[in-house]
């Protein structure tokens, strides 16, 4: 079951990789999200009202409030709707191929506690930050880059819900509460360097160079 | 107890107050009340630290606080550095009357509590937090001015951070699982890892790796460090000085504590080898960069750059050069202060931060010209200043450990710099200036010198005199020091 | 109280006599020159006291950062220095006092105030007992020296010359601080004086004498690390050029020295490597000078010249220790040491006149003075005895010494230790090259006509100039006639640097020889000028022999660099100057183009300093260009800064997992 | 008190009495013999042997026209060049005739003596602001510089023969010769030869300098004095000719037997001292003053030729 969700997340990597449209992405995103919020439930066990109290509301901010903060942006910020990659789609999926293969090898590397064994979760989390970086790196927009940090931080997510089950409740809802303020700063900056370069291209953004 | 509570509480009270205050003009003085305020608690709190031993228990079983040498370092170049860049608030925020200010204010009221928070915890998780609140406290503070550059230094600023500190907690999640992986159960305070003794070596290895580009980015060790430049350039003198010498003094904490960590689990050669490749790389990275240089800010932010590879270094040769680490810590923190707070009132007067158009600012602002170019002096280790001492214990310590090429290539990047950093300060404060003289108001003054002067007076002193008390905290942090293996591999340094 | 005592209060009475010294008043000069005074005066004191009785102040200790008090020790080894920043100091604060007045030069507070800290500094530096204390008191006195090199920052050269300096003082303790280091890390002391039973065979050691060496070297000027010298000493005040090349370049020898002392067996290639550069700053630092056009950057190269002659007899002796001829010891020591005194008197009474010049004239530049001897008697006079001093002439000083150091190089030779042979052609030929060097200087700035109209209205230095000036030159006399006086001094001073040899003991040869022919020739010269003052009284006068033509002017003589042409075009291949010329082949072959009159030419002759603008700024260069060629790493684009992030990452995480 | 002793004493002040006389009275004559050989060459009678004598007298009672540019130093000159020369002949022995004042490294004394003198004319020569004049000082600097190693390369060799514990003086180094001669007889001759070039350049004599031509622009010395008169002139000349005789003295230390007599002795030093003078004005009858820019290139060789003295008696 497990497994399954992770491959899921993974294919869904490719799906991210490949979407040649704004929205597209940003409700892949979402959903990706949303699988994630949801691995807990499927892993079932030891977490008792909290925990699926968490997830709910995990689930909530990662599959709507979030996507909702970045779809708001685009539509008001009035954007080409195209993702405009610096490499092509099919070198990204490429890419993305090369870093779960990545992942699955580094997986290999780190030795697995008993009750986890043959988990695919250190390759999942591992593509999907790698997914996250490519999307950062490859694509022009800010808004795209904002998406790819979200993905980043789902690979993390990934790591931290199905190897790490105990990380405190405290924790857990800080990292929700960063995740947030930090998309809406984002979000914010955003809006501001609409504003200020009315693009949101940020090959604009290279004043500042050597 | 109370002392640490009052460390966390002012910030919060200070913000809630700084956020209700109408006044644009009234507003900043929270700052000053805040640092002093702070400043106290913290001297307080260092002092009773022995007393309060008893209390710490309690304190860290439930919130994971406590105040540890290596910590309360940190806290006093932190609130030290707050109160000097808090008494100059006010006459800088009076000078740009035109911004407002309140979020400034509260943002850095906010900044201070959780990189407080930062020092003061004791667990992987809740650290990771307070320093990802910090980051994002320090964006708007950034984009400040509230122009086009100001804006692209913030979203670089966000980006590169954000990413930097997502690994992080990826790399603490690493952490956590070394223990699961082990067989024990989950635990991210420090003693609590500390105390399993050997953990699952690959898992623990990527951990630090993780931690170490994630911290690094915060700290700006190359080549993570694309951020600063932008970012102290393009902000006022004020957050580029809370910047340069609190958000990295807090991140070089939280690297700090994970090499402690990783060296009593038993993989402290790798972390060294790796932390010493890091800190070197930033070193040569920023001396490239200060070559020519004619940008007086962005010849800062390369400094800081080369302050943290210094940092990293000496963090890689062990617990004997600790003493010098912390020193250095300190001075780089102050002196930071004093050069950012100089270079702002530089860049006021002749409304430029590029060399071709400053020229002769000793004579133009005899004191911020003067403090910039002993802060220069200061930041490149010049005695008596205290980051002379601190670069000499630090090739001591090399020395005694036998890493010789550390220590070779250590000296070569610090005279590069020197060169480079030189050339751009010189022009700067030395010559004839066309340009026109400064308005009355951009002039020197006591309320945009006396800090500047402070900061660089306490670097002073601290090279010339080190106070009881902090020989004791030094000696305490090193006695404390997590390590296992602090005699292991540092003869066997070698550099790939 | 004691002679650490003693110096102590000199510094503090150099340090404080910046305190008025930074006033804007009248008393702002008296008060640095009384404090400056003061400190030169106790500072001999202490120096001829810690010659017998040497004494220590405070208590160095192992860790570094631990328990450190600073220490300072006076023996020996310090003393000449001591003795040579002594007076020279207070010279250069008597020259100070008239030289700048606060009316007409808005720097001179700014002179006074670091001038005290230099002087505090370097008393500090040949004073510390430790290692510690010597590092900061030495860079306290680089970066006074740096300010008083900036002083007149508003000239470019003033600060290209202030940054040469900085950066070039700061490679030195970058230099040192290792050698500091190792220093620790062999005698697991702080203490100068824990050197002696270490070992010297094993690579920390050798490593440790070479960064000393490196360090030192720059600082005294050694070619190749002379490149700050010649324009440092040009562009500061001339009192505090005085200063640095009297005293503060001695810095770096005395580190030499207080590191050679301790060295129980001085590796023979120690006292070599220092015997051959000593041999080439000597032979280059008095080519380079024939070749300079300016006054004060003439005097700089001659300091590197005596360094090199200093280097000299200083390596003789370390030769002499380490294969136990007891000859070179005694006449390189003492010739070495002696040399370190009396170039700080002669070279200082040098600068001093070049500075009453540089007051009168406006101009440093030789070509554009002359006939000064008529319009400045007294510094004229004092100049031409600071130059037949520094040309080793009797009966001066500069005689003495190397008539030490000549001794000793001859009893190397005999010795068997051939390598001598070359520091004896070395000394040779700067003795002659230095001779025709100063005649230029002094001939074409004082005597003739003037060649300028601000030549011309030149107006003799004030009272306090003056004075200095007699007080350095009557030192410069003083110890050409006064050797078997010194001899003791010298002798106690050559043991404390050469411990192990029976030095001591030893007196110097022909001590009183020596005296009675410099009185020799003061009586003769005095008999004999009496003699024709007396058969030319009535004498008739004229204007200078023309040769027939009719209308000279006092362009027409010959210059400074006509003077040195035959020998500058001989060593062209060192000099390497930069030449301006008219293509002259304009004028041969192609009929049409020669016309009855030749067309106006110039010609323009620019010494440059070859290892500086031939091989060190080319490379500089080089570097900046890589440098600024590695700014695409920096693009300003927010996707390369990501792709370093994930590049690091992926590199750290393929060795973690290695 | 031995040396008071009257068989002692009274033939140390016979030869002290010597030396003097040959130091303070011969120049003149040498000058005048030279002046007489370059007579015979010429086919002319030439002036009379005591010519100079007669000379230097007649100037020294002359007044004298000082230019008025000029201050002290011009008039320092002419006096320092004089009491140098005499003070440095007091220093070197002639052949046998041992100088009257000896002492460990006066044979430094004796060139920085000479250095002095020749800085004292170089100053007096500028202080007229002539460009003649600045002219001759700048070639007499130069010439000096390039013409000092040959000298002590001479002098290194003879130290090499010395044995270990004696010391440095000028009378034991010359008397090392004969030594030298017979150890290495080509690296004595290439010494020899090389302080005769030093003998010519530094008193001026053709090939490097034409003392009688009155072209200013090819001369040194005489270009140099063109200024002074009367006594001051007087005193330049006479000088000059104890300078030539020192030097000579000092090339003579190579060559002259030391017999021991004292009548012997003088009887050689004054004949040789009268051969060099004649050898001179052979030279100078027979050879044309070269071009200026080869003047270096031959001191050069000289101070080589010289060095390779050194290297011959050194591995002999």
């Known amino acids: 079951m497990v497994d399954l969700i992770l491959a899921l997340v993974m294919l869904l990597n490719f799906a991210l990789l490949g979407s040649g449209r704004i929205r597209v992405l940003i409700r892949t995103a979402a959903m990706q999200g949303m699988v994630i919020a949801a691995l807990p439930l499927a892993l079932g066990h030891e977490h008792g009202t909290r925990g699926v109290v968490l997830a709910l509301i995990a689930l909530v901010i990662k599959g709507f409030v979030i996507p909702a903060i970045l779809l708001r942006a685009f539509d008001r910020l009035n954007i080409r709707r195209e993702v405009e ?77 199905t190897l790490v089950g105990g990380v405190p409740f405290l924790v857990e809802t800080t990292l929700l509460l960063d995740l947030v303020a930090g998309v809406f700063v984002m979000v914010i900056v955003m809006n501001h360097i609409h504003r200020a370069f009315t693009t949101l291209d940020t090959r604009h953004l290279a004043s500042l160079k050597e | 107890m109370i002392a640490i509570a009052l460390l966390l509480l002012a910030p919060a009270l200070a913000a809630l107050v700084a956020a209700l205050i109408r006044d644009n003009a009234r507003r900043p003085w929270v700052l000053p009340a805040l640092g002093a305020v702070h400043l106290a608690a913290t001297l307080v709190a260092i002092a009773t630290r022995p007393i309060a031993a008893h209390l710490d228990d309690a304190l860290v079983a439930s919130l994971w606080l406590r105040m540890d040498a290596l910590g309360a370092v940190v806290l006093l170049a932190l609130s030290v550095l707050f109160l000097l860049v808090g008494c100059y608030a006010p006459g800088y925020l009076r000078a740009r009357a035109e911004r407002p200010n309140r979020v400034l204010v509260v943002c850095a009221a906010v900044f201070l509590g959780l990189a407080t928070l930062a020092t003061l915890s004791q ?52 952490m956590a699982y070394a223990a699961i992986a082990s067989g024990h159960p989950v635990e991210l305070t420090y003693e609590a890892l500390i105390a399993h003794g050997t953990l699952s070596e690959p898992w623990v290895r990527v951990g630090f790796v993780l931690l170490l580009v994630g911290y690094g980015t915060k700290m700006g060790l190359a080549p993570m460090h694309a951020w600063k430049p932008d970012a102290y350039g393009e902000t006022p003198g004020i957050v580029g000085a809370l910047l340069a010498g609190g958000m990295t003094s807090v991140a070089f904490l939280a690297l700090a504590r994970v090499v402690g960590l990783v060296d009593a689990l038993g993989q402290g050669a790798f972390a060294r080898q790796a932390l010493t490749v890091m800190g070197l790389l930033s070193m040569a990275w920023a001396a490239v960069f200060m070559i020519r240089q004619n940008d007086i800010k962005r010849m800062l932010a390369y400094s800081s750059v080369e302050h943290m590879g210094i940092l990293a270094v000496g963090l890689a040769l062990g617990p004997a050069a600790l003493p010098a680490v912390l020193l250095h810590l300190l001075g780089n923190a102050w002196a930071k202060s004093a050069l950012f707070l100089a270079a702002g009132n530089i860049h006021r007067a002749y409304a430029s931060k590029h060399i071709p158009a400053v020229s002769g600012a000793i004579l133009r602002l005899p004191i911020s010209g003067g403090i910039f170019l002993l802060g220069f002096l200061a930041a490149t280790g010049t005695p008596p200043f205290a980051l002379f001492l601190s670069e000499l214990g630090m090739v001591q310590a090399a020395a005694s450990a036998g890493a010789w090429w550390t220590a070779s290539i250590f000296l070569t990047c610090l005279a590069v710099i020197f060169i480079g950093f030189s050339a751009t300060v010189l022009a700067a404060v030395l010559g004839d200036s066309d340009a026109p003289e400064p308005e009355p108001h951009l002039g020197d003054s006591w309320r945009t010198t006396a800090v500047p002067v402070v900061g660089l007076a306490l670097v002073l002193a601290l090279g010339l005199w080190m106070p009881a008390p902090l020989r004791h905290l030094f000696d305490e942090a090193v006695a404390a020091w997590p390590s296992r293996t602090a005699a292991v591999s540092l003869s066997q340094e070698t550099l790939p | 109280m004691d002679a650490a005592t003693c110096i102590a209060i000199a510094i503090a009475c150099a340090a404080l006599s910046s305190v008025p010294g930074g006033l804007r008043r009248g008393a702002g000069a008296v008060g640095s020159a009384i404090g400056l005074g003061v400190a030169g005066g106790a500072a001999v004191v202490a120096g001829c006291w810690g010659l017998w009785a040497p004494a220590t102040l405070g208590a160095p200790s192992a860790a570094l950062l631990d328990g450190w008090h600073g220490s300072l020790a006076v023996d020996g080894v310090s003393a000449v220095f001591l003795v040579a920043c002594g007076i020279v100091a207070a010279a250069a604060g008597l020259f100070g006092a008239g030289y700048w007045r606060d009316t007409d030069q808005p720097a001179a507070p700014w002179t006074r105030l670091f001038l005290g800290l230099l002087v505090a500094g370097m008393l500090a530096v040949f004073s510390a007992g430790d290692v510690l204390t010597f590092l900061i008191a030495w860079e306290v006195m680089a970066l006074a020296g740096f300010a008083l090199v900036a002083t007149q920052h508003r000239r470019s050269e003033a600060r290209a010359a202030a940054w040469l300096y900085l950066i070039c003082t700061r490679v030195a303790t970058l230099a040192l601080i290792p050698a500091a280091v190792l220093f620790v890390h062999l005698t697991g002391s702080l203490a100068w004086s824990s050197l002696s039973g270490v070992s010297i065979g094993n690579p920390a050691a050798m490593a440790m004498l070479i960064l000393f060496l490196i360090g030192f070297g720059i600082k005294a000027g050694i070619v190749p690390g002379h490149i700050w010298l010649p324009p440092a000493h040009a562009a500061a005040p001339s009192h505090v050029s005085a200063l640095m090349s009297g005293v503060l370049i001695k810095t770096g020898i005395y580190g030499i020295c207080r590191v050679s002392a301790g060295l129980d067996a001085p590796p023979v290639w120690w006292g070599g490597t220092l015997l051959t550069l000593g041999a080439v700053s000597s032979v280059l630092g008095v080519t380079w000078a024939l070749g300079s056009h300016d006054l004060k950057r003439l005097l700089a190269y001659h300091s590197i010249e005596n360094i090199g002659i200093i280097l000299l007899g200083l390596g003789l002796a370390l030769v002499g220790r380490s294969i136990g001829n007891e000859a070179m010891v005694i006449l390189g020591c003492a010739g070495g040491l002696l040399h370190v005194l009396n170039h700080a008197l002669f070279k200082s009474l040098l600068f001093l006149g070049a500075g009453a010049v540089d007051h009168a004239c406006g101009t440093r530049q030789l070509d554009r003075l002359g006939g000064l001897a008529r319009r400045m008697p007294v510094t004229a006079a004092c100049f031409l005895v600071g130059a037949a001093a520094i040309c080793a002439l009797p009966p001066f000083n500069g005689f003495v010494s190397e008539f030490l150091v000549y001794q000793g190089l001859f009893a190397a030779v005999r010795g068997g230790w051939g390598w001598a042979l070359g520091g004896l052609i070395a000394l040779v030929l700067t003795g002659g090259l230095a001779l025709a060097c100063f005649a230029k200087a002094a001939g074409v700035v004082f005597l003739g006509e003037p060649r300028s109209p601000a030549a011309a209205g030149a107006h003799e230095a004030g009272l306090p100039e003056r004075s200095a000036m007699i007080l350095l030159a009557g030192c410069c006399l003083a110890i050409g006639l006064g050797l078997p006086l010194l001899q003791p001094m010298l002798t106690q001073a050559a043991a404390a640097c050469a411990p192990g040899a029976a030095v001591a003991l030893a007196p110097l040869p022909a001590a009183w020889w020596v005296s009675l022919a410099a009185a020799a020739i003061i009586a003769g010269g005095w008999a004999l000028w009496r003699w024709q003052a007396r058969r030319l009284v009535g004498s008739g006068s004229a204007g200078t022999w023309d040769c027939g033509y009719a209308a000279p002017t006092p362009r027409m003589q010959y210059t400074a660099s006509s003077f040195a042409a035959p020998l500058t075009d001989q060593l062209h291949a060192v000099l390497l100057p930069e030449r301006h010329h008219p293509d002259l082949r304009q004028y041969d072959g192609n009929a049409d183009a020669v016309r009855l009159f030749p067309s106006q030419a110039a010609f323009a002759n ?53 | 008190m031995t040396w008071l002793d009257p068989d002692i004493l009274a033939p140390l002040v016979l030869r002290i009495l010597a030396h003097l006389a040959v130091l303070l009275l011969l120049p003149p004559l040498l000058i005048g013999l030279i002046a007489k050989v370059k007579a015979f060459f010429a086919g002319r009678n030439g002036p009379p042997l005591l010519q100079p004598y007669y000379d230097i007298v007649k100037l020294l009672r002359k007044g004298t026209i000082i230019s008025r540019t000029t201050t002290w130093v011009f008039r320092l000159g002419p006096v320092l060049g004089l009491v140098t020369a005499v003070l440095a002949g007091l220093l070197v022995p002639l052949g046998g005739i041992s100088a009257p004042i000896a002492f460990a490294g006066d044979l430094l004394l004796v060139a920085y003596l000479l250095a002095l003198g020749r800085f004292a004319t170089i100053l007096s020569a500028l202080d007229t602001g002539s460009a003649f004049e600045g002219m001759g000082a700048s070639r007499e600097a130069t010439y000096a510089c390039l013409a000092e190693p040959a000298l002590f390369f001479g002098f290194v060799a003879l130290a090499m023969l010395l044995p270990q514990d004696a010391e440095l003086r000028l009378g034991d180094l010359l008397g090392m010769a004969p030594v030298g001669w017979a150890a290495a007889a080509g690296g004595m001759a290439l010494i020899t030869a090389a302080w005769l070039v030093v003998l010519l350049v530094e008193n001026c004599r053709i090939p490097f300098d034409d003392p009688n031509t009155h072209l200013e622009l090819t001369m040194i010395h005489e270009v140099m004095v063109l200024d002074h008169s009367g006594p001051l002139l007087g005193i330049i000349l006479y000088g000059a000719a104890v300078k030539f005789t020192v030097i000579g003295m000092l090339l003579l230390g190579l060559l002259l037997p030391r017999t021991g007599h004292l009548a012997l002795d003088l009887a050689w030093g004054v004949g040789s001292l009268l051969g060099l003078a004649v050898l001179v004005g052979v030279i100078e009858s027979s050879m044309a003053r070269l071009r200026l820019l080869r003047v270096p290139t031959l001191l050069v060789s000289a101070a080589l030729l010289a060095g390779f003295g050194v290297i011959l008696l050194a591995v002999r």
């Open chain 2, 123 to 174: 667990h992987l998780g809740l650290m990771w937090a307070a320093i990802e609140g910090a980051t994002l406290a320090c964006a708007p503070m950034i984009y400040f001015n509230h122009n086009q550059r100001s804006l692209e230094a913030t979203w670089k600023y966000l980006m590169v951070g954000g990413v930097g500190i997502a690994l992080a907690l990826l790399g603490t999640f690493f």
């Open chain 3, 606 to 658: 620019h010494p440059r300093d070859p290892m500086l603008e031939r091989i060190l700024h080319p490379i500089a260069q080089a570097g900046a260009w890589l440098c600024v060629l590695l700014r695409i790493a920096h693009p300003g684009q927010l996707h390369v800064y990501l792709l370093y992030l994930a590049l690091a990452l992926i590199a750290l995480l393929l060795w973690s997992l290695a």
């Open chain 1, 85 to 161: 990659p610096f490499i092509g789609y099919s070198a990204s999926l490429m890419l993305v191929a090369l870093g779960t293969a990545g992942g699955v090898l580094v997986g290999r590397h780190l030795p697995l506690a008993p009750e986890h064994a043959g988990n695919l979760a250190v390759a999942a989390a591992l593509a999907t930050v790698f997914a996250g970086f490519l999307l950062l790196i490859t694509r022009r927009k800010a808004i795209t880059q904002a998406t790819g940090y979200l993905i980043l931080e789902n690979g993390i997510s990934i790591f931290g819900l």
